[in-house]
């Protein structure tokens, strides 16, 4: 009897995307064996201010960039496809009909799992997923006070320290600093050829 397909999510506005999305998207990979890893950019991300959002089109590119050699890793362009904000209850639903029986692995960060309770149905999809739950400054993550245990499947990703931000780098991007070291030579030079977050 075939295993069924363990397929990780990893959403987000990315905004650039820098090497500690990638890390880890690593981490989850590896740790949790996934067949693959979605790296899913939101089109509008209905929680945060779209004052710095860059364009859709740039964000996928530096994306694809980012994980261009990196085993596993596939691109999905559902949410920038989709007209309106970005709901995961909408990306979860379509993937369950396109991949019957696959197992869906949900990776977030520790912020987002302890207010997951706001995101537009997340009490009817949190049974549909594994969560995958980066793990920062050796505190243990928690849910949303409503959220008890057993009602959500939940696994901490061991995560190494990188005190990469989207929105430090935007500044650096605009004070004139190096960020190459911080989002990897490919995308860091197409923010420069595209003047990205410089205003």
Same mark, same amino acid.
């Given at each position: 009897?075939?295993?069924?397909?363990?397929?990780?999510?990893?959403?987000?506005?990315?905004?650039?995307?820098?090497?500690?999305?990638?890390?880890?998207?690593?981490?989850?990979?590896?740790? !949790?064996?996934?067949?693959?890893?979605?790296?899913?950019?939101?089109? !509008? #991300?209905?929680?945060?201010?779209?004052?710095?959002?860059?364009?859709?089109?740039?964000?996928?590119?530096?994306?694809?960039?980012?994980?261009?050699?990196?085993?596993?890793?596939?691109?999905?362009?559902?949410?920038? @496809?989709?007209?309106?904000?970005?709901?995961?209850?909408?990306?979860?639903?379509?993937?369950?009909?396109?991949?019957?029986?696959?197992?869906?692995?949900?990776?977030?960060?520790?912020? @987002?799992?302890?207010?997951?309770?706001?995101?537009?149905?997340?009490?009817?999809?949190?049974?549909?997923?594994?969560?995958?739950?980066?793990?920062?400054?050796?505190?243990?993550?928690?849910? #949303?006070?409503?959220? @008890?245990?057993?009602?959500?499947?939940?696994?901490?990703? #061991?995560? #190494?320290?990188?005190?990469?931000?989207?929105?430090?780098?935007? @500044?650096?991007?605009?004070?004139?600093?190096?960020?190459?070291?911080?989002?990897?030579?490919?995308?860091?030079?197409?923010?420069?050829?595209?003047?990205?977050?410089?205003?």
């Amino acid at each position: 009897m075939t295993a069924p397909r363990r397929i990780g999510l990893f959403g987000g506005s990315f905004n650039p995307p820098h090497r500690a999305h990638l890390a880890l998207a690593r981490v989850a990979r590896d740790t !949790l064996a996934l067949d693959e890893l979605r790296w899913l950019p939101a089109g !509008l #991300p209905w929680q945060k201010p779209a004052g710095e959002l860059a364009p859709a089109e740039h964000r996928l590119a530096m994306v694809r960039l980012l994980v261009a050699d990196e085993p596993g890793c596939v691109v999905d362009e559902r949410e920038l @496809q989709r007209a309106g904000p970005s709901y995961t209850v909408d990306t979860l639903t379509e993937l369950r009909a396109e991949q019957p029986g696959a197992e869906l692995v949900l990776v977030i960060g520790q912020d @987002q799992y302890a207010r997951i309770d706001t995101w537009r149905d997340a009490a009817q999809w949190r049974s549909w997923v594994q969560f995958a739950v980066a793990a920062r400054h050796g505190q243990p993550p928690q849910p #949303p006070a409503d959220w @008890q245990a057993g009602s959500h499947r939940l696994v901490v990703l #061991p995560l #190494p320290e990188h005190p990469i931000s989207a929105t430090h780098i935007r @500044q650096q991007v605009r004070a004139g600093e190096d960020i190459t070291p911080l989002v990897g030579p490919e995308v860091a030079r197409y923010i420069d050829q595209h003047r990205l977050y410089r205003v």
